[in-house]
């Protein structure tokens, strides 16, 4: 081994600079005309390096997010190391803005988010709809540290906003008959590019949609996000409001949902249309199996720090929520992937 | 194939510095967006961007210097033809810095899964075979080696396009969905042998 692995307890001080105390430096340093062609080279949020990159404007104007009221709930992640927010503003999925990870926070800064409307509609006694201050103003919003583990075989630590999705269910009050909740995202090729055609959307047909089970949907973990980091959500990770589960595969935690309707039959989700050998209705965190291409027993914590910072762990089953375990008893997992 | 019959002809000069530039370019931007790993500043998740960087690169540069003989003819410009060692050179280069990254940063030399991802994903399969081509290709090209070897020589460097036509697929195997740009490369690699046909059949006899 040519390189020490640098444990990431000892994050460095500049790797969890606050965002405000990182751009205000910045701008220091550009008054004193400190960032020249090396920053140019090193394009802030823009990972590929290349010659193009060079004329890229840094300076586009960037969504503007406010600060919420939130309490703090702890939970079995509290003690994890928090992703910086850079890395999980800066690096996300979100074909709807491009199929790079850089892609969504280089085309969705222009993204409206007010005004919207969520509904809650199908096997329910009592409809809603929210407009945008509803989403913010229903419900008391509450911090909670999860971890968010992808199917890619990477994980990060983030500290999201929001309120239980059972809430909002209940408030709805679901028919007898409902089994399923199924959830879209936007559906609006203007402000989403990747919509426009398959090819800049990754073949993906859509709008985005999802789907949980109802006791799954009602499981407290699973929450309705509509903030990180203390603030409002930027577009990239799914402004104004999405799902989160932490137990499952990223890909599940649906963003920028305009609606979320109860069923009485299993919802088709995208990834599973798209390639269900790969990618299941369940897609719960489990190391024991393999998505067709990579392994999934371990994964690599997204930290900040560079390369030699990155630190690979075992991937828990549930991602280390086992307290949902007990929804899946009679269930054999290595079908139901 | 296009003809041209007047020959291009450039400044020795001119090739000189072209082809310093090209190495300052190629080997420079290696470095530099490996700088930038080490020193976190390529974004989320910086093994991934290496490794695409590199493979992307690695990818780049064979079909690169697969494309200068075809151009070199067409035009009657030889000059460009002692750029295609080292551009297959660096080539090789991009491709094992992009096995390092994986084993290295991705896996971080976790040997038991090195190897069970080779052997069991059919996509590192065939990226492997292919760094082991490219490899091979690197080591042959030294001047007393290709000497010894005679025509041999040129007949183990046709696997250069098998090395295209492997990448091509390996892309294409790894990708989630967006399959557009993989395939692009495997079309035009196909095209490129189409363009060498000739040369080929000459082996196979
Ligand atoms: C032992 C050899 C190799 C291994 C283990 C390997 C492994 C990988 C892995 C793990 C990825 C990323 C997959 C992902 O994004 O999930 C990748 C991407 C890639 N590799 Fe390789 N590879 C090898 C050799 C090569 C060679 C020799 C080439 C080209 C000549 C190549 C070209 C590419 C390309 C073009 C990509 C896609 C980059 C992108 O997504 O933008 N690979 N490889």
Known sequence: ?337 | MLKINKPIRANPAFMKVARLLAHVVIFGWLGIVFYQGFSDQLGGDPVQTLLDFTGIGALNLLVISLIISPLAMSFKFTQLLPFRRPVGLYSALYGLSHFYVFIAFELQFEMQLIFAEIIKRPYITVGFVTLIILIVLAVTSVNRIKKRMGTTWFTLHSLAYVAVVLAGLHYLWLVKSAWYEPAIYLIFSVCLLFLRRDKIKKIFK
């Not at chain 1, 994050?11 to 062609?37: C, F, H, I, M, S």
């Not at chain 1, 010659?51 to 960037?62: G, L, N, Y």
């Not at chain 1, 086992?322 to 008893?329: F, I, Q």
């Open chain 1, 1 to 337: 081994m040519f390189f020490k692995f640098r444990n990431s307890n000892s994050l460095t001080e500049n790797q969890v600079t606050d965002e405000a105390v990182y751009k205000q430096r910045r701008d220091v340093l550009k008054k004193l005309g400190y960032l020249g062609a090396g920053t140019l080279l090193a394009a802030s949020t823009k990972a590929t390096a290349g010659p193009f990159d060079w004329f890229s404007d840094e300076d586009k104007a960037k969504f503007a997010t406010s600060a919420l009221n939130f309490s703090k709930v702890e939970s079995n992640a509290s003690s994890d190391i928090l992703t910086p927010m850079d890395k999980a503003t800066g690096y996300n999925n979100f074909y709807e803005f491009g199929t790079d990870k850089e892609d969504p926070i280089q085309h969705s800064q222009s993204f409206r988010v007010d005004p919207w409307s969520l509904s809650i509609e199908g096997l329910v006694e009592k409809p809603i709809t929210l407009g945008y201050d509803d989403l913010f103003s229903s419900f008391d919003l509450e911090e909670r540290i999860y971890r968010l583990r992808c199917v890619e075989a990477w994980s990060m630590v983030i500290p999201w906003l929001g309120f239980s999705l059972a809430n909002i269910i209940k408030k709805a009050q679901p028919l007898s008959s409902a089994k399923y909740v199924s959830f879209q995202t936007l559906y609006e090729p203007k402000q989403m590019p990747g919509q426009r055609s398959r090819f800049t959307g990754g073949g993906v047909d859509f709008p985005y949609v999802e789907g949980l089970r109802l006791d799954e949907a009602m499981q407290s973990l699973t929450m309705l996000s509509v903030g990180m980091y203390g603030k409002t959500l930027p577009p990239q990770n799914g402004a104004p409001i999405r799902l989160v589960v932490p137990w499952k595969y990223g890909f599940k935690s649906i963003k920028s949902i305009v609606k979320i309707v109860l069923t009485d039959k299993q919802p088709p989700t995208t990834w599973q249309t798209l390639a269900a050998d790969e990618y299941g209705f369940y897609a719960n965190v489990n190391p024991k199996v393999d998505h067709p291409r990579w392994s999934q027993a371990r994964e690599r914590r997204i930290t900040g720090g560079g390369l030699l910072a990155q630190n690979r762990i075992d991937t828990l089953p549930f991602n280390g929520y086992d307290e949902v375990a007990s929804l899946y008893k009679s269930m054999d997992l290595s079908k139901f992937y």
